[in-house]
């Protein structure tokens, strides 16, 4: 089944306590992508991905790093989380091109307290 | 860069017709696309337009695209408590592979 998959779903943790959320995906597909989303902000996009070994900032990069060095795993990386990352993440992954479906994972909700 | 609006909330009555509005600026969009956010669930692909087309009809969905104004609209018709959800509109150039999404519109479906 072609899905995209989060690890974990739900994860509390203290601030400046590193923390890693991995995605993978099983589509082949070049692009990923990681984005935040927050009530009345909408999804905001904050790494993406057009293929191994190429990352890029998107709208809201700061306090976040990624990594792409498999094709089929985009790792979001907080060195040192604080309490304003406090949000539900999304990975998505698509085919580059134009008209591509993007699939999304189903979400990983983190509280820094 | 390509910016997508639309309104956050809309509520409607069990059978009525909801209709989500989207704005976009970039005029070389040529792919426009909905996206259904179910709660506790990631987005997924619910329907989409290419520019050449006016309209597409998928069951109760209906797509309607105003090039002139820049304008994306979903129509759910007969719409059930089931379609309560966060409605995203997507929108991607032709000069990019990225798609720009909105923030969102949270359709509520009351009895």
């Known amino acids: 089944e072609a899905q995209v998959t989060q690890n974990p779903r739900y994860l509390i943790t203290v601030t400046g306590k590193k923390l890693t959320v991995t995605c993978s995906q099983n589509m082949n597909h070049e692009y990923m992508s990681w984005y935040r989303q927050d009530p009345g902000l909408g999804l905001r996009q904050i790494y993406y991905s057009m293929n191994v070994e190429v990352t890029d900032k998107g709208d809201v990069p700061e306090g976040y790093k990624v990594s792409r060095k498999e094709k089929r795993n985009f790792p979001l990386i907080l060195e040192s989380p604080s309490p304003n990352q406090t949000s539900l993440y999304f990975c998505?992954?698509?085919?580059?091109?134009?008209?591509?479906?993007?699939?999304f994972g189903q979400g990983t909700r983190l509280t820094v307290v | 860069g390509e910016d997508v609006e639309q309104s956050l909330f809309l509520s409607v009555r069990e059978g009525d017709s909801s209709v989500i509005n989207c704005t976009y600026t970039?005029?070389?969009?040529?792919?426009l696309y909905w996206y259904k956010q179910e709660p506790g669930a990631g987005l997924q692909l619910l329907t989409y337009?290419?520019?050449?087309?006016d309209m597409k009809q998928d069951q109760r969905l209906t797509v309607l695209l105003n090039k002139k104004d820049k304008h994306l609209s979903l129509r759910i018709a007969d719409t059930q408590t089931g379609d309560s959800a966060i409605y995203f509109c997507a929108g991607q150039s032709g000069g990019s592979y990225i798609p720009t999404f909105g923030r969102g519109t949270s359709l509520i479906v009351h009895p």
């Open positions: 970039d005029s070389s969009s040529t792919y």
């Open positions: 337009i290419f520019s050449n087309m």
């Open positions: 998505a992954s698509s085919y580059t091109g134009l008209n591509n479906e993007a699939f």
